[in-house]
């Protein structure tokens, strides 16, 4: 098993062009969640998802965008990337509430 | 809103000692807590899973606590090596909707050779 595979893995923008970072797991889990990690601020969430077809807002999700069209995918979009937005980006599944989350390796972004 | 607080901050120890790493929670309503582990530049590798109604768990010179009453967990490694140097992480998922976890901000660990 792969478990949860992020593309990827660094990438730089320019302030206001848009991305797709891609996020995919293979082990048929409902719960699937962003993450962005700076320092000082700690692991926060961006947006999440419950099962294919749901996704909610995390703590901080304005200038992101999701969907879960299948339960293997769920892309994060950027819309009009920010300086602000620079960080470590975080995709992490889990098959229900009890048996906890696998993270994937992480997307290093930095937009200039 | 639940907030998770790991103390302390830094620690730096020799090889070979035992030592305990904090986690507090502010809402006991929880359904588990779980401990990771972050190197330098990479991912979260999670290390123990410990669920609401369990007390401990264990994995080689790791053992996990949880005290859900009193909103605590305890990280303990025994005859701490170089190799476990990292950031240590607690994070919960609540009772409330979503399977969100909260984590704190983490241990740094240097353990010295």
């Known amino acids: 098993n792969a478990g949860v595979t992020q593309t990827p893995k660094f990438q730089v923008l320019k302030t206001g062009q848009s991305m797709t970072l891609q996020c995919a797991q293979d082990?048929?889990?409902?719960?699937m969640s962003w993450y962005r990690q700076d320092p000082g601020m700690g692991l926060r969430l961006i947006h999440y998802s419950v099962g294919a077809g749901i996704t909610d807002q995390g703590e901080v999700p304005n200038g992101y965008n999701v969907s879960r069209s299948t339960t293997e995918d769920f892309p994060l979009r950027l819309l009009s990337a920010a300086p602000s937005q620079t960080s470590v980006y975080f995709c992490a599944s889990s098959p229900d509430r009890f048996r906890g989350y696998t993270f994937g390796s992480g997307t290093r972004l930095t937009v200039v | 809103k639940q907030e998770v607080t790991q103390i302390p901050a830094a620690l730096s120890v020799p090889e070979g000692e035992n030592l305990v790493l904090n986690c507090s929670f502010t809402?006991?309503?929880?359904?588990?807590l779980q401990w990771f582990r972050q190197d330098p530049g990479k991912g979260l590798t999670s290390l123990l899973l410990?669920?609401?109604?369990?007390r401990e768990q264990t994995s080689g010179r790791l053992n996990a606590s949880l005290d859900k009453s009193s909103g605590r967990s305890t990280l303990y490694i025994a005859a701490s090596q170089p190799g476990d140097s990292a950031t240590y992480l607690c994070a919960v998922i609540g009772a409330e909707g979503g399977n969100k976890l909260v984590f704190g901000a983490g241990t740094i660990l240097r353990v010295k050779s």
């Open positions: 082990m048929n889990h409902e719960y």
């Open positions: 410990i669920q609401s109604s369990q």
């Open positions: 809402d006991s309503a929880i359904y588990n």
